[in-house]
T-cell receptor, first 112, second 113 residues
Framework: DGGITQSPKYLFRKEGQNVTLSCEQN?????MYWYRQDPGQGLRLIYY???????QKGDIAEGYSVSREKKESFPLTVTSAQKNPTAFYLC???????????FGQGTRLTVV | DAKTTQPPSMDCAEGRAANLPCNHS???????VYWYRQIHSQGPQYIIH?????ETNEMASLIITEDRKSSTLILPHATLRDTAVYYC??????????????WGLGTSLAVNP
């Protein structure tokens, strides 16, 4: 199937541990994005990448890190520096200068 | 901050048209209006977008006022599966822009049997 795969769907971690969320796409899109959503809120941009080996901070990048070594993959690491990591994380893809964004089904991270 | 204003919630009877309004009074000439929806605990789904002409696809119609300061998303025959939060977003399509989507709180549409 073509699309965006985020795994796992649910993730639990202890406070103080780093955790990496996976996002893989086979849509051949250049741009990839990570958003965070809190209950009853809209999406907020964490990081985005418009091309392999390049990425930029979004509005709430503190406590997060990313890499873009392959076009198909854009993993997000939630570090122990993120003060409130429990949230719903969404990965999206698109072309930098055209078309709409396509979203994965999200990963719900709970830190206890 | 989001550049759009939407009512927080709306109800619609199954089989009737759902008309979801959006105000974007500060929209600039280079900005398009996009609509997405998000069913509970899923990723947002693209619905439709437009610049100044009305648009229609298999999911919905988008009516944009002549002054482009507001728009209406129309679901012509709402079903229970259309129950979701609907987001109206303005987005610059110019080259060189990072093409951020700035998300507001959207409209929670409840389709009732």
């Amino acid at each position: 199937d073509g699309g965006i795969t985020q795994s796992p769907k649910y993730l639990f971690r202890k406070e103080g541990q780093n955790v990496t969320l996976s996002c893989e796409q086979n849509l051949n899109h250049d741009a990839m994005y990570w958003y965070r959503q809190d209950p009853g809120q809209g999406l907020r941009l964490i990081y985005y990448s418009q091309i392999v080996n390049d990425f930029q901070k979004g509005d709430i990048a503190e406590g997060y890190s990313v890499s873009r070594e392959k076009k198909e993959s854009f993993p997000l690491t939630v570090t122990s520096a993120q003060k409130n990591p429990t949230a719903f994380y969404l990965c999206a893809t698109g072309h930098p200068w055209d078309t709409e964004a396509f979203f994965g089904q999200g990963t719900r991270l709970t830190v206890v | 901050d989001a550049k759009t204003t939407q009512p927080p919630s709306m109800d619609c009877a199954e089989g009737r048209a759902a008309n979801l309004p959006c105000n974007h009074s500060t929209i600039s000439g280079n900005e398009y209006v996009y609509w997405y929806r998000q069913i509970h605990s899923q990723g947002p789904q693209y619905i439709i977008h437009g610049l100044k002409n009305n648009e229609t696809n298999e999911m919905a119609s988008l009516i944009i006022t002549e002054d482009r300061k507001s728009s209406t998303l129309i679901l012509p025959h709402a079903t229970l599966r259309d129950t979701a939060v609907y987001y109206c977003i303005v987005r610059d399509r110019g080259a060189g822009n990072n093409r951020k989507l700035i998300w507001g709180l959207g409209t929670s549409l409840a389709v009732n049997p």
